[in-house]
């Protein structure tokens, strides 16, 4: 798989897909399933703080990142807010897994999104609403700490 900075992501065929590129990871398909473990699913809240670029770092548990899986789903202003996407009739706009150092990053369009971030089994699944304004000045980096499960 390629791996390098601007890579054009995995991603469904939609004009949106269009848009989505990915930074600092490898390209997944968007067809690879979400890697349940742990027992619970953690949920961050990050919607009121909009940013213009999502980029961050998934950290732990232990050493390094352990190849993250981290997934875009868009989501509506409509969705409840702890209503995590359904993987079997929503696809992912984007997917990619992080190297060693747990970076990574997407450009996407206006709206709002849930980065869905996982490992293996035994670590909790961590997802991460945010909204995306361009225009936007800042460009938060989010860290994520992942748990092992309880």
């Not at 897909?17 to 930074?23: D, E, M, Y």
């Not at 940013?51 to 899986?69: C, E, Q």
């Not at 702890?82 to 990574?104: I, N």
Request: glycine fraction near 10%.
């Amino acid at each position: 798989m390629a791996f390098g900075l601007a890579l054009l992501c995995a991603v469904t065929g939609s004009a949106l897909a269009q848009q989505v590129r990915s930074h600092h990871c490898t390209d997944e398909p968007v067809t690879t399933k979400t890697r349940w473990g742990g027992n619970e699913t953690v949920m961050i809240d990050l919607r009121d703080k909009p940013v213009r670029m999502v980029s961050g770092t998934v950290v732990g548990p232990g050493i390094g990142s352990l190849s993250t899986l981290v997934q875009v789903f868009r989501r509506k202003p409509s969705d409840p807010l702890y209503r995590l996407s359904d993987q079997k009739s929503e696809a992912p706009v984007a997917a990619c897994v992080t190297g060693d150092d747990g970076v990574f990053a997407f450009s996407l369009p206006p709206g709002e999104y849930e980065l869905r971030m996982s490992q293996n089994a035994g670590v909790d699944v961590t997802s991460v609403f945010v909204t995306v304004k361009h225009g936007f000045r800042r460009s938060r980096k989010i860290r994520v700490w992942m748990k092992v499960g309880t």
